[in-house]
């Protein structure tokens, strides 16, 4: 089966610009998730789609972030304008079940986003 | 607020050497714990983990993990590492009950270089 992919997988941009950043889950996930690794630190957890719902958005830094999942399939991740802070690399993840213990999170490669 | 340590940034170790990863986590209630790995140019897999049961989990290319709960941690092993296994290692726990797997906290990581 195909892996969870993302679009772009390096991306650069200047201080105020937007960067839109795509995850496409394994077909049939329901789960969705967003995760960001700023250099150095720990890998973060974003937020959590249910199909298209957001089920935990805790981890969302703050409101230039948006992320959306029109139709329960592919997931957008807008940051708007962007701050040199929002610099790392940003990873999706989806799972087949909600709430099942052997439902593991399968990872795309990440998309790496550098604000200048 | 729950956090992972990972004692080591960075391990060093030659061929055929064994291996001990550093894990704590702080929380008191009951824990999902997962080692993910990340080979160069790779994406985040999952190497083992941890839900109930015997506290000594077996996971892929002879990695293993034991689970201490009253030292509150998730030591990842391997008698005799190999340069294949030269990677990013991370440390996850989720605290949250009712199954989910997701909302992962992470530590920050620890690179395994190993010389052929």
Not at chain 1, 6 to 35: A, M
Not at chain 1, 79 to 89: K, N
Request: charged share 20%; glycine share 10%.
């Amino acid at each position: 089966e195909a892996g969870v992919t993302q679009f772009p997988s390096h991306s650069v941009i200047e201080k105020g610009q937007t960067v839109t950043l795509r995850c496409d889950p394994i077909s049939g996930h329901d789960n969705l998730y967003w995760y960001r690794r700023v250099m150095g630190k720990e890998i973060k957890f974003l937020l959590h789609f249910v199909k298209e719902s957001k089920q935990d958005e805790s981890g969302m830094p703050n409101n230039r972030f948006l992320a959306e999942r029109t139709g329960g399939t592919y997931s957008t991740l807008k940051v708007q304008p962007a701050e040199l802070e929002d610099s790392g690399v940003y990873f999706c993840a989806s799972s087949l079940h909600i709430g099942r213990l052997n439902s593991p999170l399968h990872f795309g490669n990440g998309t790496r986003l550098t604000v200048t | 607020a729950q956090s992972v340590s990972q004692h080591n940034h960075h391990v060093i170790l030659s061929e055929a050497a064994s291996l001990e990863l550093g894990c704590n986590y702080s929380y008191g209630g009951t824990v999902n714990l997962f080692w993910y790995v990340q080979y160069p140019g790779q994406h985040l897999q999952l190497l083992l983990k941890y839900f109930s049961g015997d506290p000594l989990v077996k996971g892929i290319k002879g990695f293993e993990a034991e689970f201490i709960k009253s030292k509150f941690s998730f030591n990842l092993r391997k008698p005799s590492v190999q340069w294949s296994d030269t990677a990013e290692y991370f440390c996850a726990v989720n605290a949250l009950t009712g199954g989910s797997q997701g909302n992962l906290i992470f530590g920050k990581g620890t690179k395994l270089s190993v010389k052929p």
